[in-house]
């Protein structure tokens, strides 16, 4: 569209009182020739914003750049239809926090101007995508256990149709072979409610279930999902828009078990998922001839919490042996029940049901290691009570639980390992060319996804398939897909049902926002999508391989094929593509080139250098407003880009800045590794291993590679960051001036 630029400047919030407001606006007017350059005291308030809203009427600005407050504030505020709006973080990152009425902090300003200005003059007016064909707004929910039942219900609540799948011949999972649970308000054990709901289920005419199936393919993208369901020989194709994945969980093998725990070495040691099987009906009796139980022992952390088995906690291992002590007390008042536990961990109401075993009988006994000895058929088991700092030897037990932990299913199926080796050598070099690693995915055959990066959702920590293990509870690194129950997390069935109804509300959202061409999230909203320039593709893979979202595919010749609906809008690929193909109408590689060349970098002899500040727009970028926010100060030599992820920054902007002269380039991004923060999930990491490229790069043409530094940045160490500035300006103030200054 024709263009037509109108800056607004805020005076409020003490901006005008550390910026001469009239002097930056001749950078808008004289040096950039706009014709619309109007200031306000409060551009927030009604006034201040019916002086946009009149001149985009009256004078046809399309093109709105508001110097004000970070745009992560205000953000419905200054939102104006059929307008490229564009924000200047005057307030938190320059008024906020650098010294007012100085000149070093006015040169700020006028460059944060300069480059949203820069930047505005190649944006475009996002065009939503929407895929061809309607939009499915069924819900296929995979497996049919508690998590899986209860999915279908509240999305048939919700007006939804749903097609469930499971791949036993009946519903209800391991669930079924529970008698009584112990769930809220955990005054007492109940009734199993997995039974209630198979009936919920079976009656409902929105929900079309598949009994001894399995989902042999799945196509297709968020609103536009093709599925193959395979039956008893015969097969079904559904359209459908979002997926919630409730495979469930699998008890830990217990024959990886330490040998000092004693399983296979009586048939009186059994673990706490065999204790619900064989104990479902009847009486509880000796496992190995059938006699009553006076003597039983529950063991805790059976694996879990053990660097070497399971290291994670597993939620209802606790309540569950609490559950099962009171089942044999109810049975014989008179037996002797111990649990021997690390800590017993009952949180909120679920202590009651701790007090209630605590006025039964059970004795409880704290010990790190205890150890089951077996003797003649015997069965003791030895421990160190913590508590009276004396050994205890538990003798003559007719049973000995086990509490093994729960696995996801996605954990189980043929290694990755193995199957790349499969694979071929040719395709593994290729990869360990591009310095990105494999999906760690197990090969469970849960969806069976026709997508490039592999057939299931990638396991992450631990093997489950989280997204983002803080901010994005339910979502994997599929699209669209979301998981619920013992396969996102370990949990107990209050937690399961909350987390059915999260799932599916999660799986909603999705497909509406599908609907209206918008962003999942982060970037929830977001309506432009990646654009190829497919005449310059060198088929080099890089964008397929290092999409952390599985939102590209590839043709028989490796040429990308995209799949937006999929599309995190992260701009990984864009970073990636060495060509520099792919681009969004408001985020370009050449946009962000031309606000580095619109920095003012001065002369040598003025001894004002320059740092370009490349920050990830999800922890460091709000860490920087933080710092504002606390009134704390930095070098005023910054200048800061937000990127919307450090892996999407293209090496040609590095290259940029050093040849306009700018000193320093510093990369703020998350945190990767195991205990990743990085909301695209391997977007911080790529950065880093391309920045290990230009670190070579600039030692061969004799630039120090001090000039361009990568550090990570969680937004609760915003008071680290100024301190971070601070010590890299210093280190190139003895590195001494860019040699291509001036040039």
Same mark, same amino acid.
């Given at each position: 569209?024709?263009?037509?630029?109108?800056?607004?400047?805020?005076?409020?919030?003490?901006?005008?009182?550390?910026?001469?407001?009239?002097?930056?606006?001749?950078?808008?007017?004289?040096?950039?020739?706009?014709?619309?350059?109007?200031?306000?005291?409060?551009?927030?308030?009604?006034?201040?914003?019916?002086?946009?809203?009149?001149?985009?009427?009256?004078?046809?600005?399309?093109?709105?750049?508001?110097?004000?407050?970070?745009?992560?504030?205000?953000? @419905?505020?200054?939102?104006?239809?059929?307008?490229?709006?564009?924000?200047?973080?005057?307030?938190?990152?320059?008024?906020?926090?650098?010294?007012?009425?100085?000149?070093?902090?006015?040169?700020?300003?006028?460059?944060?101007?300069?480059?949203?200005?820069?930047?505005?003059?190649?944006?475009?007016?996002?065009?939503?995508?929407?895929?061809?064909?309607?939009?499915?707004?069924?819900?296929?929910?995979?497996?049919?256990?508690?998590?899986?039942?209860?999915?279908?219900?509240?999305?048939?609540?919700?007006?939804?149709?749903?097609?469930?799948?499971?791949?036993?011949?009946?519903?209800?999972?391991?669930?079924?072979?529970?008698?009584?649970?112990?769930?809220?308000?955990?005054?007492?054990?109940?009734?199993? *409610?997995?039974?209630?709901?198979?009936?919920?289920?079976?009656?409902?005419?929105?929900?079309?279930?598949?009994?001894?199936?399995?989902?042999?393919?799945?196509?297709?993208?968020?609103?536009?999902?093709?599925?193959? *369901?395979?039956?008893?020989?015969?097969?079904?194709?559904?359209?459908?828009?979002?997926?919630?994945?409730?495979?469930?969980?699998?008890?830990?093998?217990?024959?990886?078990?330490?040998?000092?725990?004693?399983?296979?070495?009586?048939?009186?040691?059994?673990?706490?998922?065999?204790?619900?099987?064989?104990?479902?009906?009847?009486?509880?009796?000796?496992?190995?001839?059938?006699?009553?139980?006076?003597?039983?022992?529950?063991?805790?952390?059976?694996?879990?919490?053990?660097?070497?088995?399971?290291?994670?906690?597993?939620?209802?291992?606790?309540?569950?042996?609490?559950?099962?002590?009171?089942?044999?007390?109810?049975?014989?008042?008179?037996?002797?029940?111990?649990?021997?536990?690390?800590?017993?961990?009952?949180?909120?109401?679920?202590? @009651?049901?701790?007090?209630?075993?605590?006025?039964?009988?059970?004795?409880?006994?704290?010990?790190?290691?205890?150890?089951?000895?077996?003797?003649?058929?015997?069965?003791?088991?030895?421990?160190?009570?913590?508590?009276?700092?004396?050994?205890?030897?538990?003798?003559?037990? @007719?049973?000995?639980?086990?509490?093994?932990?729960?696995?996801?299913?996605?954990?189980?199926?043929?290694?990755?390992?193995?199957?790349?080796?499969?694979?071929?050598?040719?395709?593994?070099?290729?990869?360990?060319?591009?310095?990105?690693?494999?999906?760690?995915?197990?090969?469970?055959?849960?969806?069976?996804?026709?997508?490039?990066?592999?057939?299931?959702?990638?396991?992450?920590?631990?093997?489950?398939? /989280?997204?983002?293990?803080?901010?994005?509870?339910?979502?994997?690194?599929?699209?669209?897909?979301?998981?619920?129950?013992?396969?996102?997390?370990?949990?107990?069935?209050?937690?399961?049902?909350?987390?059915?109804?999260?799932?599916?509300?999660?799986?909603?959202?999705?497909?509406?926002?599908?609907?209206?061409?918008?962003?999942?999230?982060?970037?929830?909203?977001?309506?432009?999508?990646?654009?190829?320039?497919?005449?310059?593709?060198?088929?080099?893979?890089?964008?397929?391989?290092?999409?952390?979202?599985?939102?590209?595919?590839? /043709?028989?010749?490796?040429?990308?094929?995209?799949?937006?609906?999929?599309?995190?809008?992260?701009?990984?690929?864009?970073?990636?593509?060495?060509?520099?193909?792919?681009?969004?109408?408001?985020?370009?590689?050449?946009?962000?080139?031309?606000?580095?060349?619109?920095?003012?970098?001065?002369?040598?002899?003025?001894?004002?250098?320059?740092?370009?500040?490349?920050?990830?727009?999800? /922890?460091?970028?709000?860490?920087?407003?933080?710092?504002?926010?606390?009134?704390?100060?930095?070098?005023?030599?910054?200048?800061?880009?937000?990127?919307?992820?450090?892996?999407?920054?293209?090496?040609?902007?590095?290259?940029?800045?050093?040849?306009?002269?700018?000193?320093?380039?510093?990369?703020?991004?998350?945190?990767?590794?195991?205990?990743?923060?990085?909301?695209?999930?391997?977007?911080?990491?790529?950065?880093?291993?391309?920045?290990?490229?230009?670190?070579?790069?600039?030692?061969?043409?004799?630039?120090?590679?001090?000039?361009?530094?990568?550090?990570?940045?969680?937004?609760?160490?915003?008071?680290?960051?100024?301190?971070?500035?601070?010590?890299?300006?210093?280190?190139?103030?003895?590195?001494?001036?860019?040699?291509?200054?001036?040039?």
């Amino acid at each position: 569209m024709e263009k037509k630029i109108a800056v607004y400047v805020c005076a409020g919030c003490g901006i005008g009182d550390a910026i001469d407001i009239e002097q930056l606006s001749k950078i808008a007017t004289e040096e950039n020739k706009v014709p619309i350059c109007k200031t306000h005291q409060n551009l927030c308030s009604q006034e201040g914003l019916k002086q946009i809203q009149d001149d985009i009427a009256n004078e046809a600005a399309n093109t709105i750049v508001i110097a004000a407050c970070s745009h992560r504030v205000m953000y @419905d505020v200054f939102k104006f239809e059929n307008c490229i709006v564009e924000r200047v973080n005057l307030r938190e990152q320059v008024a906020w926090s650098q010294k007012p009425g100085e000149e070093d902090t006015q040169m700020m300003a006028e460059d944060y101007l300069r480059m949203s200005l820069a930047k505005v003059g190649t944006m475009e007016l996002p065009e939503p995508f929407q895929p061809e064909g309607e939009i499915s707004r069924d819900i296929l929910v995979v497996g049919g256990g508690l998590a899986g039942l209860a999915s279908a219900v509240e999305a048939s609540k919700a007006g939804r149709s749903v097609i469930l799948v499971e791949k036993e011949n009946e519903l209800g999972g391991f669930q079924k072979n529970v008698k009584k649970i112990a769930s809220l308000p955990y005054k007492d054990i109940r009734d199993n *409610i997995i039974g209630d709901l198979i009936e919920a289920v079976s009656s409902d005419n929105r929900i079309k279930v598949y009994t001894g199936a399995s989902v042999e393919k799945t196509e297709g993208g968020p609103g536009v999902f093709d599925v193959l *369901i395979k039956q008893n020989g015969s097969s079904a194709q559904h359209k459908v828009g979002a997926i919630v994945l409730a495979t469930g969980w699998e008890p830990y093998d217990p024959e990886k078990l330490d040998k000092k725990l004693g399983f296979g070495a009586s048939p009186n040691v059994i673990t706490n998922a065999m204790f619900e099987e064989k104990y479902q009906e009847g009486s509880i009796t000796r496992p190995s001839d059938g006699k009553n139980v006076a003597n039983v022992a529950f063991l805790q952390c059976a694996g879990s919490r053990d660097p070497n088995h399971l290291p994670y906690c597993s939620t209802v291992c606790c309540i569950t042996a609490l559950k099962q002590a009171l089942h044999v007390k109810e049975q014989n008042a008179d037996a002797s029940v111990f649990v021997v536990y690390k800590e017993m961990r009952t949180p909120g109401q679920s202590e @009651d049901l701790y007090r209630k075993a605590q006025e039964a009988g059970i004795t409880f006994i704290r010990c790190q290691s205890p150890e089951v000895i077996v003797s003649d058929g015997q069965v003791s088991v030895e421990a160190e009570d913590e508590l009276l700092g004396e050994k205890v030897l538990l003798e003559d037990l @007719d049973m000995v639980v086990l509490a093994t932990g729960m696995v996801p299913v996605s954990a189980f199926g043929p290694d990755v390992a193995q199957e790349e080796k499969e694979q071929g050598e040719g395709e593994k070099k290729e990869e360990e060319e591009l310095e990105v690693p494999l999906d760690l995915i197990r090969r469970s055959n849960m969806l069976n996804l026709d997508y490039r990066q592999g057939p299931e959702v990638p396991a992450l920590r631990y093997d489950f398939p /989280d997204s983002h293990f803080i901010c994005f509870p339910y979502e994997t690194r599929r699209t669209g897909i979301y998981a619920a129950g013992g396969i996102r997390r370990p949990m107990g069935i209050d937690s399961t049902m909350k987390d059915a109804a999260g799932a599916v509300m999660k799986a909603i959202q999705c497909i509406e926002l599908t609907a209206r061409g918008a962003a999942v999230h982060p970037r929830a909203g977001d309506m432009s999508f990646p654009e190829f320039a497919m005449q310059r593709c060198t088929q080099c893979k890089r964008c397929t391989v290092e999409c952390p979202f599985g939102a590209i595919n590839e /043709d028989e010749k490796a040429n990308p094929l995209p799949n937006p609906t999929r599309c995190r809008r992260c701009g990984v690929c864009m970073g990636a593509c060495p060509e520099r193909i792919i681009s969004f109408k408001d985020y370009s590689v050449a946009m962000i080139g031309n606000m580095i060349k619109a920095i003012e970098v001065p002369e040598e002899d003025e001894e004002k250098p320059r740092i370009l500040v490349l920050a990830c727009e999800n /922890d460091a970028f709000p860490a920087l407003d933080m710092v504002g926010l606390n009134r704390m100060t930095y070098n005023p030599w910054v200048r800061v880009i937000p990127l919307r992820c450090l892996g999407s920054m293209n090496l040609v902007w590095i290259a940029d800045a050093l040849s306009k002269g700018i000193d320093g380039v510093l990369l703020l991004g998350c945190q990767h590794g195991d205990d990743y923060q990085c909301h695209f999930i391997k977007g911080s990491e790529l950065a880093s291993i391309r920045l290990s490229k230009v670190s070579e790069t600039l030692d061969r043409l004799a630039l120090e590679s001090d000039r361009v530094r990568f550090e990570t940045i969680s937004i609760i160490d915003y008071d680290k960051l100024p301190g971070l500035l601070d010590e890299f300006a210093e280190k190139l103030d003895e590195v001494g001036p860019n040699p291509f200054k001036g040039w």
